[in-house]
């Protein structure tokens, strides 16, 4: 997997959260969560804010199913 690969993924499903990246590219969050600062650096892909109560009310997400991503580039 590589940047446009990433690109072209975000690109099509428009936004998606860190877990679904991780099984789609079988790939470190942590690698992932490094690229898509690159695409938000590049004002392409924003992460969406969680209400206050994800992840902190039920307990029961992950912190990678709240960690959403959204491309909103050309």
């Known amino acids: ?25 079988n790939a470190d969050p942590d690698v992932l969560r490094e690229m898509l600062k690159l695409w938000m650096r590049k004002g392409c892909v924003r992460q ?5 109560a994800c992840g902190t009310s039920c307990g029961k997400c992950s912190s990678m199913t709240t960690e959403i991503y959204e491309w909103v580039g050309a």
Request: overall charge positive; glycine content about 0%.
């Open 1 to 25: 997997m590589n940047l446009m690969e990433l690109k072209q993924y975000l690109i099509k499903v428009k936004i998606t959260s860190l877990s679904s990246l991780v099984v789609c590219f």
């Open 48 to 52: 969406c804010l969680k209400t206050p």
